[in-house]
């Protein structure tokens, strides 16, 4: 017979249970709502720079359109562009600590016969999606013609005519090429670029008969010169690899300049959808005639950015697909912020700090392979500017009326593409590399101001496709590497599996079988710890 006792406090356990059964059970449609607000909250802080970025951009031409009409002074202009200044000085503060430190420790990091492999596919892919954008620029020049209808075009209503670069020998362009690849003095090259400068004599003065000579003088202009650090931080981080032992405290050194110039990138970072807005609200404001620019010159601005999103949007993702078997589009989707930073900035050298960010965080590209290939490409890489050097050089050709023959298209694909390496990496730094595909087919350089006067609306789809194409490629190494290696730990193991002797005689048919009946020697049960499993 049951006790009352128990009895009651059967049912009191009963009715506690069923009422939070019943509590529970109303509580549940509301879990699912707050997890969906929880998984929205996170993917909002995931993706917060990236949305302030986005809308940075298009907070600028809202500010710059709403701006126009009140026709600022120019002291009025610069300080609306001051915010967008300290950003671009910011970004090109940490360039040098970044390039220098990273292929320092990137080759470092790589064996000799991995950053040859590695350097040699790099090459291979930089000339030769340079060379294809070439020659995708050429083929929409001929079928747009963007020069048939800009022959009345007055330049001096652009307020461009006497802003045109100084006309250089194609010889001393590619001269200029090789001496920046060795810098005289480190510290110089740090700040300055040598280029090649003309001093003109007069020879032969007779009743007549003047003769005027062109001589070249060694000068140097303002502007870091990229190529000889990158090279000096090649060679000293294969050096200290050879070093050994010797040279691995100062292979951490570099390491930790390294990762200290990230953390203050990720700084900077947050201070880029400010940056952005004031500069292109800045740069919309300061052109003059924006409808005269479009009239005139549209089709050659149309037949720019068509190339450019032909090959950024498709030309491009080909290749990484062709290579990686992936989706090239969700590739991209983690890199918005270095694109919109691209398109802000008009500099690829200005863009390679957050693009290191966010290729290693959000696609996880290995550090080894971002932080030694995308400081090359941001330096040799120009799928973007080759476009518009090749679209620019027809039209120019189509503006004077001069029918281009085979040997000059052809000369135009391969300067164009060789020209492409020594481009600067700063807003503008394109066009003045289109100076010596002109001299290469002997066109005259006067025209340029007209290229110079769209340049701010071309250049930033150059920026965004130039970067673009580095990240695809650090993308593809870092694909063909782990590939590499996966092939060679399966290859170490079926090794190690076939060393491993098979003693039939004693018993065991395989290394990983214990036995049950097995008894235990006295030397086994004193020293555990000095036997190794066989995994």
Not at 2 to 23: D, I, Q, Y
Not at 407 to 420: M, N, P, R, Y
């Amino acid at each position: 017979m049951e006790r009352p006792s128990e009895s009651w406090n059967g049912h009191v356990r009963s009715g506690a249970l069923a009422g939070r059964e019943a509590t529970a059970g109303r509580a549940l449609p509301a879990e699912p709502a707050r997890r969906r607000g929880g998984g929205c909250g996170r993917c909002l802080r995931k993706h917060c720079l990236v949305i302030l970025t986005v809308a940075g951009v298009l907070l600028g031409v809202a500010l710059g359109a709403a701006v126009r009409g009140a026709r600022l002074s120019r002291a009025q202009v610069a300080a609306l562009a001051f915010p967008g200044e300290l950003l671009l000085r910011m970004l090109r503060m940490v360039i040098l600590p970044l390039v220098v430190c990273s292929l320092v420790s990137g080759a470092a990091s790589l064996d000799t016969r991995a950053l040859g492999k590695l350097g040699g596919i790099a090459v291979a892919y930089f000339m030769g999606t340079t060379l294809v954008a070439s020659a995708l620029a050429v083929a929409l020049a001929f079928i747009v013609r963007p020069g048939a209808g800009a022959q009345a075009l007055n330049t001096n209503a652009l307020g461009l005519a006497d802003a045109l670069p100084t006309s250089k020998e194609t010889v001393d362009s590619f001269l200029d090429l090789a001496r920046n690849l060795f810098p005289s003095n480190l510290v110089v090259a740090a700040f300055r670029t040598y280029a090649t400068d003309y001093k003109i004599i007069v020879r032969n003065i007779s009743i007549g008969n003047v003769t005027f000579e062109k001589i070249p003088i060694a000068t140097e202009i303002e502007g870091m010169n990229i190529l000889g650090l990158v090279l000096f931080a090649l060679v000293l981080g294969v050096a200290l690899k050879k070093l050994g032992p010797e040279g691995e405290d100062l292979i951490r050194f570099f390491n930790s300049f390294n990762e200290a110039t990230m953390v203050l990138v990720s700084w900077i970072m947050w201070y880029v959808p400010i940056g952005i807005t004031f500069l292109v609200g800045s740069k919309i404001v300061e052109m003059e005639d924006i409808v005269l620019l479009v009239t005139s010159l549209g089709k050659y601005i149309f037949a720019s950015i068509l190339g450019h999103v032909i090959h950024g949007g498709i030309i491009l993702p080909l290749v990484y697909f062709a290579f990686t078997r992936k989706n090239p589009f969700s590739f991209l989707l983690g890199l918005i912020t270095p694109l919109a930073t691209a398109f802000a900035t008009c500099s690829s050298s200005a863009t390679l700090p957050s693009m290191i960010k966010c290729i290693e965080e959000n696609n996880g590209v290995d550090k080894r392979i971002s932080r030694f290939i995308l400081p090359i490409g941001a330096t040799v890489n120009m799928d973007g500017a080759a476009i518009f050097q090749c679209v620019a050089a027809v039209f120019i050709a189509q503006l004077n009326n001069v029918d281009l023959n085979a040997g000059q298209i052809f000369t135009i694909l391969v300067t164009a593409t060789a020209a492409s390496v020594g481009a600067a990496g700063v807003p503008a730094g394109g066009v003045l590399t289109i100076a010596i595909i002109l001299e290469a087919i002997g066109l005259p350089t006067n025209d340029l101001s007209l290229i110079l006067a769209v340049d701010w609306i071309v250049d930033r789809t150059t920026t965004v496709v130039n970067v673009e194409g580095d990240a695809l490629g650090a993308g593809i190494l870092h694909y063909l590497n782990q590939k590499e290696m996966k092939a060679k730990e399966q290859e170490l193991n079926e090794v190690n599996v076939e060393a491993i002797p098979n003693c039939k005689s004693e018993g065991e048919t395989s290394p990983l079988v214990t036995h049950r009946n097995q008894v235990p020697t006295p030397a086994s049960t004193a020293e555990p710890e000095s036997k190794e499993s066989v995994l």
